[in-house]
């Protein structure tokens, strides 16, 4: 056992002047090396099986999802597949930059939205208005909602991943050649 001692020296306080209020006594805490050895053995068996490293009857793993675009442009290994991933990349860059400025468009009508929302009255106060706030929720959730926003959203996100994907396959081919082509001179 290791004694932790007061934030004052005992032998600094006058003999009356001892009080458990004063000075708080020395506190024990075990040592290190005695904690480990008495309880070892409690822990381990307080342990859940999962962390032993066994997978529980019926557990069904989630299945882990690599997009197509990883299997089908893996590392590459001449000019020509490197020429064909660039002349891929430029078609379906055209594709992404076109999706791109629309789905920033529909963005941005949607934060004029938010703002507009933001200043509407809390409570209207005619029924007239209360029915123009209720057609802009509903114009609101139609628009966020509308399945050729998400596809297109869903779209662009893809097409980034996948030419960002490409892109590095290029540069780690352009890296490779350019060392060996800087040593074999």
Not at 6 to 15: A, E, F, G, N, R
Not at 74 to 81: G, Y
Not at 106 to 126: A, G, I
Request: proline share 8%; hydrophobic share 30%.
């Amino acid at each position: 056992m290791k004694t932790i001692a007061s934030s004052m020296p005992l032998s600094i306080l006058d003999p009356g002047s001892r009080t458990s209020d004063q000075t708080p006594l020395p506190t024990v805490q075990p040592d290190i090396m005695d904690l480990a050895q008495s309880q070892a053995a409690p822990q381990m068996a307080a342990e859940p099986e999962i962390l032993r490293g066994h997978i529980p009857a019926g557990h069904i793993p989630k299945p882990v999802i690599i997009a197509d675009y990883v299997a089908k442009y893996p590392t590459i290994h001449s000019d020509e597949e490197r020429d064909q991933y660039k002349a891929v990349f430029n078609d379906q860059y055209a594709e992404y930059k076109e999706l791109h400025a629309e789905v920033q468009a529909m963005t941005k009508k949607f934060e004029e939205m938010d703002e507009m929302m933001r200043n509407l009255p809390s409570r209207p106060s005619s029924q007239m208005e209360k029915e123009r706030i209720n057609n802009i929720l509903q114009e609101y959730r139609r628009k966020k909602n509308d399945p050729t926003f998400l596809e297109k959203r869903e779209r662009c996100e893809y097409l980034k991943s996948k030419l960002s994907h490409i892109k590095q396959k290029i540069q780690e081919y352009n890296k490779v050649v350019d060392w060996n082509d800087a040593f074999s001179n």
